[in-house]
C-alpha cells in the first residue's frame, strides 16, 4: 500500500512539474480577472449598501437591492455574451461580467448588516454626542464586519468560480487549462484546473476569514453572519 501511495503521489509530482508553467502563468491570470472586478465590486457595493441603509432613504433600500437582483439573475454565460457584443473579445467583457456577478452578494450584505445594528448601540452612539458620521465609522460598520464580509466570501467563490468562463471568450484564466481539457478529453488537464480552481477558493475564502476575525470587533465575531 505505501509503494502505491508512494507511486501515486511521484506521478503527481511529474504533473505538477510538466504543467508548472501553466499553473503559474494561468493562476495568475485568473487571480488578476478576479482582484480586478472584486475591486469594482466592492467599491459599488460597499457604497450602495452604505447608501441604502441610511434613515432618509431607507425606504428606498428594497426597491434598490431589487434593481441588483436583475443585475444577479442573468447568468454568468449571458453576461459574458452580452459584454462580448459591446466589448469584444478579451479581459474587459470577463471582468464587466466578474464585476456584476460579485455585486450583489456585497451590497445586499452590507445593507442588511447594517440595518441589523441593535437600537440601543445608536442610541448610546447619539447619547455621547456622536455625529452621523461618527456612528457609521465608529459603531455600525465594525458592528457589522461580519455579515459584509459573509457577503464578500460568497462573492468572492462565485467570482473565483465563474472565471474559468473567461477562456470562451478570448480572456486566460484556469479555465484555459479546464476547457481545452473537456475538448480535447485530456482528463489530466481538465483536473489539474478543477483542482487548482477549487484550491484558490479555498486558500482565498481562509484569507478573507482570517481577515474577518482580525478587523471585527469581539463582540460582532459572536453574532452569526447574515447568510445571503
Partial sequence: MLDAISSGMSHVIDLLKLYQD???????????????????????GLVA?????????RRYGEIGMQVFNVANAVPPMAVLMIALIVF??????????????SLLPIARNTYQGLLSINPSMREA?????????QQLWLVELPNAVPTIMGGVRTALAINVG????????????LGSLILPG?????????LIG??????????????????????????????E????
Fill in 22 to 44: 501553466d499553473l503559474l502563468f494561468y493562476t495568475g491570470q485568473h487571480l488578476m480577472l478576479v482582484g480586478i472586478s472584486m475591486a469594482m465590486a466592492l467599491s459599488i
Fill in 49 to 57: 449598501g452604505i447608501v441604502l441603509s441610511r434613515p432618509s432613504l
Fill in 88 to 101: 469584444g473579445i478579451g479581459e474587459v467583457p470577463t471582468i464587466i461580467a466578474l464585476w456584476l456577478a
Fill in 125 to 133: 452612539a447619539r447619547g455621547i454626542g456622536l455625529t452621523p458620521s
Fill in 162 to 173: 465563474s472565471a474559468p468562463l473567461a477562456y470562451l471568450i478570448g480572456a486566460n484564466s
Fill in 182 to 190: 473537456i475538448y480535447l478529453h485530456d482528463n489530466t488537464k481538465m
Fill in 194 to 223: 478543477v483542482v487548482a480552481t477549487s484550491l484558490l477558493a479555498l486558500i482565498l475564502d481562509g484569507i478573507m476569514a482570517l481577515l474577518t476575525r482580525l478587523i471585527a470587533p469581539r463582540g460582532a465575531l459572536t453574532t
Fill in 225 to 228: 453572519p447574515a447568510a445571503f
